[in-house]
């Protein structure tokens, strides 16, 4: 069976600081990846996926990804934080054969202070 | 571009009433359709996926159904709505291959 781990259900940071978000994920077989981030009352937006090709993946709005499957890792990356990033963050990966059947993470929320 | 749409974007329902939530999606043919739902201590759970027209399966057993009646058509259904059901329902549709899923808004449902 297939799952996913987000260390830390809030993570906050300074404007301008590193974001890091911890992502694990437990796998039988090689699994595509995936990060999304959702803002308040709205659906989820895709940040990123890995889907086997390169092990660093860049996103949308500065955020990267590196799959590392030595450490079975899948952590979330931006340089500098903005307020703007401030929203929940969910790491997810995807079922035998299917990118839609998703399981998630149980989230993360960034708290960027100014 | 493709757009999901998803309506209504609340709802405050009694116990015991039905439901109805419908999602269309636009400048895609075929796509796989998806019903999530983000429950408080559940997390984010797919409750039903479609590859096509009439074909539903349920992920987990419980008091609500879906149906495609027409391609880019979702709706998820509930003749008797339980307090359990309030939650953030999400419907996502997504192509072939390996791509990826794209949401909705979401509904947020409240069963009083």
């Known amino acids: 069976a297939q799952s996913v781990t987000q260390l830390g259900s809030h993570v906050s940071v300074s404007e301008g600081a590193l974001v890091l978000l911890r992502c694990n994920y437990s796998s039988s077989v090689p699994p595509y990846l995936f990060w999304y981030v959702q803002y308040p009352n709205q659906g989820l937006q895709l940040l990123l996926k890995?889907?086997?090709?390169?092990?660093l993946v860049k996103g949308i709005n500065g955020f990267e990804a590196e799959f590392k499957k030595s450490e079975t890792s899948f952590h979330l990356t931006k340089p500098s934080a903005h307020m703007s990033d401030a929203a929940e963050y969910f790491c997810a990966v995807s079922r035998l054969g299917n990118t839609g059947k998703l399981i998630f993470g149980q989230g993360t929320t960034l708290q960027v202070k100014p | 571009s493709q757009t999901i749409h998803q309506w209504p974007a609340t709802l405050v329902q009694p116990v015991g009433s039905p439901l109805s939530l419908e999602c269309t999606v636009e400048?895609?043919?075929?796509?796989?359709l998806y019903w999530y739902r983000q429950a408080a201590g559940r997390g984010l759970q797919l409750l039903f996926y479609?590859?096509?027209?009439?074909?539903i399966s349920s992920e987990v057993p419980q008091n609500l159904s879906a149906s495609r009646p027409q391609d880019r058509q979702f709706i998820l259904s509930s003749k008797k709505l339980l307090l359990s059901d309030s939650g953030f329902y999400l419907c996502?549709?997504?192509?072939?291959?390996?791509?990826?899923?794209?949401f909705g808004n979401g509904t947020r449902l409240t069963v009083t």
């Open positions: 890995y889907t086997s090709a390169a092990t």
């Open positions: 996502a549709w997504s192509g072939e291959g390996d791509s990826p899923l794209h």
């Open positions: 479609s590859v096509g027209i009439g074909q």
């Open positions: 400048g895609t043919s075929n796509p796989n």
